[in-house]
């Protein structure tokens, strides 16, 4: 066989998953996502939070303003676009470990906060202010513990609590209207030469002490949050900190088995040279490639060195104390919940790459493999559309595995004839399979999508359309409203 063999056209019944994608829970409706489910919320935010009159000084009151509303904007707008969603369960699970830790801290938590499950896959959850908080479904995947969530949540009700965000933007008022910007602006401008310089210096001043004051909060956030615990009688693990520390690098894990062997369980066989670099013209290069250690640069961090964190409250750790995983079935739903929110930004390398890490974790659940299809197919519809390399979502290697590099590659090389055949294949299978009734009807829209002839707006709009009558309370319905937007 050639060295660069074809690929093989998809069979009707996958050899791993040959009973087709059997039912699965609903993950959460259409109507949970924010723009729907959190309309009052922001209706109320909106009256509560009007910035106070603390200033004298109209020039400063009116810059706290901006900067207060800004905040408002922020959330209001990240509710509209869906950052946010509802899932009773997720939503549970973290209101009974926020409520464990307010009810035992009630002088410095009177009111319980808003809380909001962002979708974003980073490790995170951060304070907004305003006795609001949100945390990432990629702080959920990632932690391994009820108490390395407890630990998050606590340090951002911190900042919540020291009104860390509030602070801030008095900060950022203050300067921006006290007497020695105006005085090096004024120079700035009065100046000949070497104007960029002199403007950088005045910005690079306060960001370094804006840094630098910001470590000092993120500091007095973990010592309030260990003490928060301690009364809510949570184990605290100080090791939490030191796994933060790879956070920020989560594709650098690599694969198990080797790129093809993913493929081939749907009997795909990959052509080597996809995965190799092209060059100049039509040859190809094995890519040099070296897993480094490369870091977000000190200096640009505002959290402390996490060995640093570790290190300062070592000896606040609770000896031979017993830590609760968090149950699977909350892991599974925010996984899933976070892998669809890639494919809808179309971060198909991304979401394709989790799922075979997923498949490393041992995970058999035919839910991955109706995904598995929507990304190809999802790669060929970027494609058809003129943004394959946007789908693609290309990441500097510095910050991923050999096989991630390899998979990307792969994604920006496919012919597209071999993407066709294989979107192709893989919709008429699983369309036809035992599928839940939106999930083959998700498979139909996406095959419309990418076999008619008429891609106009009008089109996708008609055929979205199409999905959502009989699916209007599905999941998959906020792919199908993408075409209502011009």
């Not at 971060?347 to 035919?366: F, H, Q, R, V, W």
């Amino acid at each position: 066989m050639s060295r660069y063999t074809h690929l093989l056209t998809v069979m009707l019944v996958l050899c791993c998953c040959h009973q087709g994608f059997a039912q699965t829970a609903e993950l959460y409706h259409y109507q949970d996502l924010s723009h729907i489910f959190y309309q009052k919320q922001v209706d109320s935010i909106k009256k509560a939070w009007i910035c106070p009159a603390i200033y004298k000084e109209k020039a400063t009151q009116k810059q706290y303003k901006e900067y207060w509303d800004d905040r408002t904007d922020f959330l209001t707008k990240a509710i509209k676009d869906d950052d946010y969603l509802y899932e009773q369960d997720v939503y549970k699970y973290l209101d009974s470990l926020i409520n464990q830790i307010v009810q035992a801290n009630k002088q410095l938590i009177p009111a319980k906060p808003l809380v909001l499950i962002d979708r974003s896959s980073s490790v995170n959850a951060y304070a907004i202010g305003g006795n609001t908080l949100a945390i990432n479904l990629g702080l959920l995947t990632f932690s391994r513990s009820r108490e390395d969530l407890a630990l998050t949540i606590a340090h951002e009700l911190s900042h919540n609590i020291l009104l860390h965000a509030e602070n801030a933007m008095k900060q950022r008022a203050e300067w921006i209207t006290s007497d020695a910007y105006k005085t090096s602006m004024n120079a700035v401008l009065d100046s000949k030469y070497e104007r960029l310089t002199r403007l950088k210096k005045i910005f690079e001043g306060y960001s370094f002490s804006r840094s630098r004051h910001q470590r000092y909060h993120e500091s007095d956030a973990d010592s309030l949050a260990i003490i928060l615990l301690k009364k809510s009688g949570i184990h605290f693990d100080p090791t939490f900190f030191l796994r933060l520390d790879s956070a920020d690098l989560q594709y650098k894990q690599p694969l198990k088995q080797p790129l093809a062997t993913y493929f081939a369980a749907y009997n795909i066989t990959i052509d080597n040279a996809w995965t190799q670099k092209r060059s100049k013209g039509l040859s190809t290069k094995v890519y040099n490639f070296k897993d480094t250690t490369s870091h977000i640069q000190d200096s640009l961090k505002t959290h402390p060195e996490c060995v640093e964190r570790y290190n300062k409250n070592l000896a606040a750790r609770d000896a031979a104390a017993n830590y609760t995983p968090i149950p699977a079935a909350i892991r599974s739903k925010a996984m899933k919940m976070q892998l669809w929110n890639m494919y809808m930004n179309m971060n198909l390398t991304a979401c394709m790459y989790s799922i075979m890490l997923e498949k490393d974790n041992g995970t058999t659940d035919p839910w991955y493999d109706f995904m598995v299809a929507n990304v190809i197919s999802g790669l060929y519809y970027a494609d058809r559309d003129l943004s394959r390399f946007n789908a693609v979502g290309v990441t500097p290697k510095e910050f991923i595995s050999r096989d991630y590099y390899e998979l990307q590659t792969m994604f920006e090389q496919i012919p597209r004839e071999k993407l066709e055949e294989l979107s192709n294949s893989f919709l008429t299978a699983h369309t036809a399979s035992n599928s839940k009734k939106d999930e083959a009807a998700f498979h139909r829209l996406m095959k419309s999508l990418t076999t008619d002839a008429d891609i106009s707006q009008t089109s996708k709009t008609n055929i979205g359309n199409t999905f959502i009558r009989g699916n209007e309370n599905s999941l998959y319905a906020e792919f199908a409203h993408k075409f209502d937007k011009p």
